[in-house]
Structures are given as C-alpha cells and as structure tokens.
Nanobody, 115 residues
C-alpha cells in the first residue's frame, strides 16, 4: 500500500520559515517525479515546486527564491523549505509522486501565515 505522509505544517508569522516533509512508503520515491502542490480556500490546487527523478527542480514564480524543494532518497522523503513566508502562502500543502500513469497524493498539511 502506497502512503505519502506530510508533516511540518503549522502557524507562522509573516517572514518566518517552515520545513515540510513528505515520507513515502510502498514506493521507491526516487523513481518518481515528486512535487509539492498547495490549495488555498476557494482556489484551485496549484503546483509549488517539483523535482524530477534526475534531480532537476522547478518552482512557481510566486515562490522562487523563497522555497527550496529537496529529497533524501535514502530516507524516501521529500522536503520543502519555505522561507520569507507571506500571508498569501496560506494553504493546504500536498505531496505528490508521479510515475508514468500513476499518481500518488498525501493527505495534506495546513500552513497558515499570519500578517
């Protein structure tokens, strides 16, 4: 059974930092393209950052220079370091792993940034 479990969300003041983690089980995480998405209330889910199997990264314009996606293949874990957080970063953050036609999602972790 495949499971992606996010952790590290919480309440933080604007300008603060959080580090999200996504622990995978049941799959070899490194064989997948991995990504973080977020969904704010009343908005569509959007891609925040992705990292390919080869380690290439890409970011949404809104988080470039503030967020960093990384992975620890030995721990089968994906991370998202979020710095200089803004109130508009408030959302539920989801971990995603894709392999061919298969797509796996975590349950999400709430990030709330107060002004």
């Amino acid at each position: 059974q495949v499971q992606l479990v996010e952790s590290g969300g919480g309440l933080v003041q604007a300008g603060g930092s959080l580090r999200l983690a996504c622990a995978a089980s049941g799959i070899i995480f490194s064989a997948h393209h991995r990504a973080w998405y977020r969904q704010a209330p009343g908005k569509q889910r959007e891609l925040v950052a992705l990292i390919t199997r080869s380690g290439n990264t890409n970011y949404a314009d809104s988080v470039k220079g503030r967020f960093t996606i990384s992975r620890d293949n030995a721990k089968n874990t994906l991370y998202l370091q979020m710095n200089s957080l803004k109130p508009e970063d408030t959302a539920v953050y989801y971990c995603n792993a894709d392999y061919a036609t298969l797509s796996y999602w975590g349950q999400g972790t709430q990030v709330t940034v107060s002004s």
